[in-house]
């Protein structure tokens, strides 16, 4: 199995900071990276598929980049409604996983 | 508009079995994959099953493969998960996820609400 593993475990950041959160993959999964944002008690929502491309109707202040095994979420511009848990997931190769979860809170 | 509305959750003891249903509106059902995705209390996302468009691919995790079983009915509108010999581990929030684009299962553009599974005795 492709092992997910997100960096920071949490991070405490203002509004209106830039924050950048990375996903590293156990092996090389090309593209097929997807980042979802989580906030308690709903369910998860797709911000980016295929590594860098913007899901319909999440904000430009989110982007992603990055292939083979070292991703990356930027969030350009923290607004309150950003502070959540993000998630990665591949979708290379059977079992799909996910990352463990970044928590990003307000400082 | 594509709402995914699962049903069949609750309280089950171990070794017991569950059907699970997510009932799908506002798009074409049988041109995407789907899947479940399931989290623990206070855990991370663990993804469970997928099945691809037309039910002729099936895919599991190795922790319910054996156990779980996935299935679609196209004329329904409607997915299903039966789970069979149930443990504690599998106690969990049950989402059905609709993939994102036409195809096999790559990433998930909407979510259920959501169904508790408790595996207590």
């Known amino acids: 199995d492709i092992q997910m593993t997100q960096s920071p475990s949490s991070v405490s950041a203002s509004v209106g900071d830039r924050v950048t959160i990375t996903c590293r993959a156990s092996?090389?999964?090309?593209?097929?990276l997807a980042w979802y944002q989580q906030t308690p008690g709903k369910a998860p929502k797709l911000l980016i598929y295929?590594?860098?491309s913007l899901q319909t109707g999440v904000p430009s202040r989110f982007s992603g980049s990055g292939s083979g095994t070292d991703f990356t979420l930027t969030i350009s511009s923290l607004q309150p409604e950003d502070f959540a848990t993000y998630f990665c997931?591949?979708?290379?190769?059977?079992?799909?996983?996910f990352g463990q979860g970044t928590r990003l809170d307000i400082k | 508009e594509v709402q995914l509305l699962e049903s069949g959750g609750g309280l089950v003891q171990p070794g017991g079995s569950l059907r699970l249903s997510c009932a799908a509106s506002?798009?074409?059902?049988?041109?995407?994959?789907m899947s479940w995705v399931r989290q623990a209390p206070g855990k991370g996302l663990e993804w469970v099953s997928g099945?691809?468009?037309?039910?002729?691919?099936?895919y599991y995790a190795d922790s319910v493969k054996g156990r779980f079983t996935i299935s679609r009915d196209s004329s329904k509108n409607t997915l299903f998960m039966q789970m069979n010999s149930l443990r504690a581990e599998d106690t969990a929030v049950y989402y059905c996820?609709?993939?994102?684009?036409?195809?096999?299962?790559?990433?998930?553009?909407?979510w259920g609400q959501g169904t508790l599974v408790t595996v207590s005795s």
């Open positions: 996820a609709k993939d994102g684009r036409p195809g096999r299962v790559r990433d998930f553009d909407y």
């Open positions: 506002g798009f074409t059902f049988s041109s995407y994959a």
């Open positions: 099945i691809s468009g037309s039910g002729g691919s099936i």
């Open positions: 092996q090389g999964i090309s593209s097929w």
């Open positions: 295929a590594a860098s």
């Open positions: 997931q591949q979708a290379n190769s059977f079992p799909i996983t």
